[in-house]
Every structure is written in structure tokens, then in C-alpha cells.
């Protein structure tokens, strides 16, 4: 069971679908609180009233009210293999994540992912951190819209992109200015994890490296600041969405 505290998680993820939503408990009932109680009563969401010591029981750190959900149904989950086998004839942009174990950097990378209208992330199954109340509230509630993947193996997942017409850019130093990057129509973004970035055999399977012109002291950026950059400069470039 995931808890979700934020407020606009909790809004959000009452927006997607009432499924596998448990219960939204409440301790406090400030403005903001009666709006997510409507939304939850709308969407028949059981709702249960508790005081301050119970509420603390689920979550320490709330701000009076939370959304029970069942984890397999925290984020808007999409089998990989399906999905590659529906695509259509048009532009596509993928995020995949080679292993991401910071749920702040997950949550803001998916928060970016929405944003730019990024058609899916990929992300191994094992050593990728979870939905978790961090994700939703770093996300700000994209989490529940950003359509997610998991996978048993990246560079399978990678091999099936590429027979589906993506051409698989892999985020790395010694990568080419992205400034002067052409991006295809099909596009797959490959981010590597933090402190250790893309695995050697991961970066073999890229078809090109992209790096982000650095002028400063410090050697890299945070990943999800990478993500973020990245993903603005396919959305000038690449036309993805009309």
C-alpha cells in the first residue's frame, strides 16, 4: 500500500481513476482539504475521517489528509511489449531510465516527462525506485498521467525501439553538443543513473551520445536537471506534437 500526502498528488491521482484507491483519510478539513473531500465523494472514493495521532500512523509528515492506493496502481502502468506493437505511423518520444534509485530525481524527471509530452518511460524492473509519496509530490501529480513501463531488460527494450524506427540518443560527457543534435521523428532518450551514468554496454546499444555544453565549476548536473534540458530542446526541435 502507497500513501500519497500531497496535496497535489492526492488530486491528481483522484483525476486519473478511482482505481485502486482504497480510501482518502482525513484529520484536518481546511479549504483545500473539503475540495480533495469533493473530488474524492464525486469519484465514490470511501472516505475516512480519523484524528491527528491515527493519520500519523500512516504518514508522519502529512498535511492532514492522505490517499490510500495499491502500489500496482500508483502510476499509469503500460506493458512495454504491447505498447511497442501499437505504435503508429507517427512521432514518438520515449524517456528510458537506466536505473534511477532517487525517488526526488524519478519524481521530477516524470514531472518533466508530462510537460514535454513524452509517450512513455521505460524503466527496469529491479534497482528503479518505485512510486512512492516522494515521487508524487516531487512530480507534482504527474505521476499519475505519465505512462510507465517496466522491464526485465533495458537493452531488449532498447533492440525493440530500434526495430520499431526509434533512433536511441544516450545522455553522456563525451556525447555531441545537443544544440547541434537533429533529432529523428522516432525518438528515445536514454538517461544513465546517478553518479555513474549510462552502463558501457547500455551507451554501445545508444546510436548516438548527446552531451550538454557545461561552462561552470562543477563536473555534471543532477539527472533530473539533465532530463529536463534535454527534453526542452527536443520540444523546440523535434516536432513531436502539433
Known amino acids: 500500500m502507497t500513501t500519497i500526502s500531497s496535496f497535489h498528488g492526492i488530486e491528481e491521482r483522484i483525476k486519473r481513476s478511482s482505481d485502486g484507491i482504497q480510501a482518502l483519510i482525513v484529520a484536518k478539513t481546511g479549504p483545500r482539504v473539503k475540495e480533495i473531500i469533493k473530488l474524492a465523494e464525486h469519484a465514490h472514493i470511501p472516505i475516512q475521517y480519523v484524528n491527528e495521532d491515527a493519520i500519523r500512523k500512516y504518514e508522519q509528515d502529512n498535511k ?5 492506493v495499491d502500489e500496482s496502481e500508483t502510476r499509469s502502468q503500460v506493458d512495454f511489449y504491447s505498447w511497442i506493437h501499437t505504435v503508429e505511423e507517427k512521432p514518438y518520444l520515449v524517456v528510458v531510465l537506466d536505473h ?8 521530477a524527471i516524470l514531472r518533466s516527462a508530462d510537460i514535454f509530452a513524452v509517450d512513455l518511460v521505460v524503466v527496469p ?4 525506485v518505485k512510486a512512492t509519496d516522494t515521487v508524487f509530490k516531487v512530480s507534482a501529480g504527474a505521476a499519475s498521467y505519465v505512462p510507465v513501463a517496466e522491464v526485465a531488460n533495458i537493452r531488449d527494450a532498447l533492440l ?3 526495430e520499431a524506427g526509434f533512433w536511441i540518443y ?6 555531441a553538443p545537443l544544440i547541434k543534435t537533429q533529432f529523428a521523428q522516432r525518438t528515445a532518450l536514454i538517461m544513465g543513473s546517478e553518479g555513474t551514468g549510462l552502463a558501457p554496454l547500455i551507451k554501445k546499444s545508444c ?13 555534471s548536473l543532477n539527472v533530473s536537471v539533465a532530463t529536463g534540458i534535454m527534453l526542452y530542446e527536443i520540444a523546440c526541435r523535434h516536432i513531436h506534437k502539433e
Open 100 to 107: 534511477i534509485e532517487d525517488p526526488h530525481n524519478f519524481g
Open 207 to 219: 546510436d548516438e551520445l548527446i552531451s550538454i555544453p557545461q561552462f561552470g565549476h562543477i563536473d
Open 170 to 175: 544516450g545522455a553522456d560527457m563525451e556525447g
Open 125 to 128: 524492473n529491479k534497482r528503479n
Open 160 to 162: 525493440r525501439l530500434k
Open 64 to 68: 492532514g489528509v492522505l490517499l490510500l
